[in-house]
């Protein structure tokens, strides 16, 4: 089978005199070297200058606040159900009285971690989500040390009430009307038959 | 007496300044030319560029732990280093940097010592330079460094007859004395030796980059092969000595160059362009642009001695003996001859 | 300084250096130190070709015994491995015959010095002999004959040296290259 047609059959056979003289190898050597000298250099000075990222990028994750402040999720397990690599772990717990202003809902999640060791930044639990709560943004996972702090639990995913993420890039007109095609809601069984033309 | 040795003592200062100067930043012009050849930038931290490179890197050096192997022969360990840096320092002191200059109606060569076989002592102080490597590699009391002492001495006696019969061509042709100054001198007229001696050049070039364990005839380092071979067991300044001896060796290799077969201060049109000018003899200008001629050339010699190393693969050690006594060897007998003939019939021997 | 010149001292420093560096090729233990020492008896030697003005000969000297041969026996005594323990205990009756063998050479040179003080010590310095062009001339003119045979001994050895080395024509080892 012939795969590309650069192949070079090895031979043995005896060099001549030309070909031990070495010299019009190397000058050969030397020229694509030296040709080299004027290219382009492809690397970037990375701290100073960054590459470009694409609009959807999906990086480490974000809880949303909603416009009051309080947080979205109401720990369905929507997000956990749809993980493919089973990184999400939430522990449910029920609103008293007087945190209204905390949770939006009258469920919440105490406990809500990620172990971003596992995730494999698929996206799916932002399309699980009923409540608009988890997002995906364009920062980096930091580089740790130990691999307990690559659990993220509730105080690095929630959103800072002063320091909000924009995530307006991952909610365009497409994405939300994608979201409204009943066959694909959330909390209904994918059946074809039922999907509407959109 | 007192100003002779004044002005000696400058100028040993000023070549050993300049042979230290150019080594540092050679090791830094070398790590970037390979990165323009590999379409990289090469190091660019330290300072604008990177122009700080070569001190970071010395300081580094200096206050690395320092470790000397138990089993090793102490005081030859200490003198393998700097035997190697002696002696590629001491090169210098034979190569004429410049026209002389004139001061006070004083004339002063711009060269530590003029003697009149300056082109046998190079060959006598590379020669003697070998046992820097030998007696390092040995009183490390380790195989790999052993092996690439050896490596090391049997390839750089072996070039070293090919590089003496084609110095040998070289001096015929250039008049038949063995003073650097007067090999230099003889291309005072705008052609350099190059012309009278291209295989000369190309055999002496091949034995330089032997000489100096540069690639493709690192032997005697051989990371892959030997784990960095005669330098294993050194650290710290000392194996620092080791390489910034290599960088002083392909100096004084370019300059030699650059002196013997490119005419060094001279340049075609030189003494044109001085008469329109208006320089006199002496004058310190004509010092200085022939000084600016003869960097330039090391330089590009420089260069040249990266740009092979940055190109061809490292020869099999067969290959390098092969090369040395059934390549070389015959070729600089048959240089010179044709020399020889050559040089008859232009009329510089007489029999 | 004692009524002697600077080639005086310098000739007195060399010949002390060369003596002692000499006594110490011998009483080293270390065969490699022992070699490293004679390098510099053969380098005090070279400074003693300098101070009679023959720097030709100060050079190759230098070139051809300490750069070639001596890097060679170096190369040899290296890979034997040879340590002070492992050096074989030598018989009083070895020793006493090196003595006398010792004895009768050091005789031989005290008898052949004592012609010498007749011979014409020419003043250091200012003899041209040993610059290299009157050499080249005295050497291929006047000399040529011992020269020539000089030549033919090296080449004996040589080809010598090649028949010991060679490997047994029976195996034949043609891909060398």
């Not at chain 1, 650069?6 to 190898?25: C, D, G, I, Q």
């Not at chain 1, 009307?177 to 209904?188: A, E, V």
């Not at chain 2, 002083?248 to 044109?272: L, V």
């Not at chain 3, 080249?136 to 090296?154: A, D, R």
Request: hydrophobic share 50%; with cysteine; glycine share 8%.
């Amino acid at each position: 089978m012939q795969l590309t047609n650069r192949k070079v059959v090895v031979s043995h056979k005896e060099l001549s005199f030309a070909e031990r003289m070495y010299l019009p190898a190397v000058a050969k050597g030397m020229a694509i070297t030296l040709s080299h000298l004027f290219k382009k250099s492809p690397t970037i000075d990375y701290p100073k200058k960054t590459r470009p990222m694409s609009a959807t990028y999906r990086g480490r994750h974000v809880l949303k606040r909603d416009e009051n402040g309080a947080e979205r999720c109401v720990a369905c397990g929507m997000c956990a159900v749809a993980c493919p690599a089973e990184a999400i772990t939430i522990v449910a717990a029920e609103r008293k009285k007087g945190e209204e202003h905390l949770y939006r809902e009258e469920k919440y999640a105490s406990s809500f971690e990620i172990n971003m060791l596992r995730c494999i930044f698929c996206g799916l639990c932002e399309d699980a989500c009923p409540k608009e709560a988890i997002f995906l943004t364009d920062r980096l996972v930091d580089a740790e040390f130990e691999r307990e702090d690559f659990i993220y639990g509730k105080e690095k995913l929630v959103e800072k009430i002063d320091k909000r993420i924009d995530i307006t890039k991952r909610q365009t007109q497409a994405v939300l009307d994608f979201k409204k095609i009943p066959g694909l809601r959330h909390n209904t069984l994918f059946d074809p038959k039922k999907q509407v033309k959109h | 007496m007192i100003a002779l040795l004044i002005y000696k003592g400058i100028m040993c200062v000023a070549v050993f300044g300049i042979s230290l100067g150019v080594a540092a930043y050679s090791t830094l012009w070398e790590r970037k030319f390979a990165a323009f050849l590999q379409d990289r930038k090469g190091p660019n931290r330290a300072g604008w560029g990177g122009i700080l490179q070569p001190l970071a890197d010395g300081g580094k050096m200096f206050f690395k732990e320092e470790i000397i192997p138990n089993v090793s022969n102490r005081a030859l360990f200490i003198l393998g280093p700097s035997m190697f840096m002696v002696t590629a320092l001491m090169t210098g002191a034979v190569i004429p940097w410049g026209k002389p200059l004139m001061i006070n109606g004083v004339t002063y060569d711009l060269q530590i010592t003029d003697i009149n076989i300056g082109a046998i002592y190079i060959l006598g102080v590379a020669s003697v330079g070998v046992y820097g490597i030998m007696i390092g590699g040995w009183a490390s009391n380790n195989k790999y460094s052993l092996l690439g002492a050896v490596r090391a001495s049997s390839q750089m006696i072996s070039y070293e007859i090919a590089m003496g019969i084609s110095l040998i061509a070289l001096i015929i042709s250039a008049g038949g004395s063995l003073s650097v100054k007067d090999i230099l001198e003889s291309q005072d007229q705008g052609v350099a030796n190059i012309v009278w001696q291209p295989l000369g050049f190309i055999i002496f070039f091949v034995c330089a980059l032997a000489e100096t364990n540069r690639a493709p005839f690192d032997m005697a380092e051989c990371e892959t092969e030997l784990v960095g071979g005669f330098h294993t067991e050194y650290s710290a300044m000392k194996l620092g000595l080791f390489l910034f001896a290599e960088y002083i060796n392909m100096f004084i290799s370019s300059a030699i160059m650059a002196g013997f077969y490119f005419g060094g201060y001279n340049f075609p049109f030189a003494n044109e362009l001085y008469s329109a000018l208006g320089l006199e003899q002496g004058s310190w200008l004509i010092s200085l642009i022939g000084f600016g001629a003869y960097f330039t050339k090391i330089v590009l010699f420089i260069c040249l001695f990266m740009w092979v190393r940055w190109t061809l693969p490292r020869f099999r050690y067969d290959q390098l003996m092969n090369l040395g006594w059934k390549g070389l060897l015959p070729l600089s007998l048959l240089n010179l001859a044709i020399t020889i003939v050559i040089e008859y019939f232009r009329g510089n021997i007489q029999f | 300084m004692l009524g002697l010149t600077i080639t005086q001292w310098l000739f007195g420093i060399l010949s002390l250096m060369a003596i002692m560096f000499a006594l110490m090729v011998v009483f080293t233990r270390n065969p490699v130190n022992s070699v490293l020492y004679l390098v510099l008896t053969f380098f005090c030697i070279a400074g003693h070709y300098l101070l009679l003005n023959a720097q030709f000969l100060a050079v190759v000297h230098i070139v051809v015994y300490a750069g070639a041969i001596m890097v060679l026996f170096l190369f040899i005594i290296m890979l034997m491995n040879l340590n002070p323990d492992t050096e074989p205990r030598k018989h009083i009756m070895t020793r006493l015959i090196a003595g006398v063998i010792g004895g009768v050479l050091l005789f031989v040179f005290v008898g052949a010095l004592k012609g010498a003080e007749q011979l014409q010590l020419t003043q250091s310095g200012a003899s041209q002999i040993g610059l290299i062009k009157n050499l080249g001339h005295v050497l291929f003119t006047e000399y040529l004959f011992p020269f020539e045979i000089t030549s033919v001994l090296l080449l004996a050895a040589l080809v010598g040296a090649i028949m010991i080395g060679k490997k047994d024509t029976n195996i034949n080892v043609s891909r060398n290259s």
